[in-house]
């Protein structure tokens, strides 16, 4: 009778147990997480919606860091290798040539021009220096062909900044290069539904597993940054086990509720929020 009691206690506590391993966050002392709790952060810098001031310039950041707000951007490389701050994989949206970032050195890349103003694709160090820590930054790292070149080189020129920043990617595995190489930052899983993975070609399988955090043993994120609606219940299980919570991307201020940081467009929130 105490033998099988003893097995049943066993097959509970790894019941229990497993759930626990897989969905568990990173763990994160107070004094990292302290800098991105309660925060808004400028969606691609301070940008306009008529485009006049436009997402990832320079002016953004400017703005931003003035009006004293966090930021978030994103980062890529050049085909020279440059570590330059743009979202979209191809040109085609902000500058009207068809071409991938990847294609362009940073010299022709510096050429173009955002959304037909003067300003000019930065590269992360410029960005950097217009911050200077002026608010907490969120780096995202977009998904390419050569990830491992991109952590390594974003990695190298954060090590030098002396502002308070964290990186995000929705690629679990560039999440899980700074596990590994980069303990010291704060590192957060973007994700989103399913139907937004699939929207944009991904097989259901895989958006799913996305969506629902399924590399999370490999990646283990301090933050979850998850679309602004309904999160799945492992998202949610994961927040519960101590992930910080961000949402994107928010345009109006109740969705600060029930969130430990959001990234905002489109409206002047409070700088923070708790």
Not at 113 to 134: F, H, S
Not at 154 to 162: D, K, P, Q, V
């Amino acid at each position: 009778m105490n033998k099988n009691i003893g097995k049943l206690l066993i097959g509970l506590g790894c019941a229990v147990a497993a759930p626990v391993y897989f969905l568990a966050p990173g763990a994160a002392t107070p004094r990292m997480r302290a800098p991105f709790l309660g925060m808004n952060f400028a969606h691609r810098g301070l940008h306009s919606r008529d485009k006049s001031v436009p997402e990832n310039s320079l002016e953004a950041f400017r703005l931003a860091a003035r009006a004293g707000y966090g930021a978030e951007l994103d980062v890529q490389l050049s085909k020279d290798g440059q570590v330059v701050v743009f979202h979209d994989p191809t040109l085609t949206r902000m500058c009207g040539v068809e071409k991938r970032v990847d294609e362009l050195t940073l010299l022709e890349l510096k050429e173009l021009r955002l959304c037909g103003t003067e300003q000019r694709i930065p590269l992360l160090t410029e960005v950097l220096n217009v911050y200077r820590g002026a608010g907490p930054l969120i780096v995202e790292l977009k998904n390419g062909r050569r990830n491992r070149e991109l952590c390594e080189k974003t990695y190298a020129i954060l090590e030098n900044y002396r502002g308070e920043v964290c990186i995000e990617s929705f690629n679990p595995f560039i999440v899980a290069w700074f596990r590994f190489h980069a303990p010291d930052l704060i590192r957060g899983q973007l994700a989103a539904p399913t139907k937004d993975y699939v929207d944009d070609g991904m097989k259901p399988a895989m958006g799913f597993a996305l969506s629902h955090n399924l590399f999370n043993p490999i990646a283990r994120p301090q933050f979850i940054a998850y679309k602004v609606g309904p999160r799945p219940l492992n998202v949610r299980l994961t927040e519960l086990l101590g992930a910080m919570r961000f949402c994107w991307t928010s345009h109006e201020p109740r969705n600060e509720k029930g969130r430990d940081g959001v990234i905002f467009e489109f409206y002047k929130p409070k700088l923070k929020f708790k």
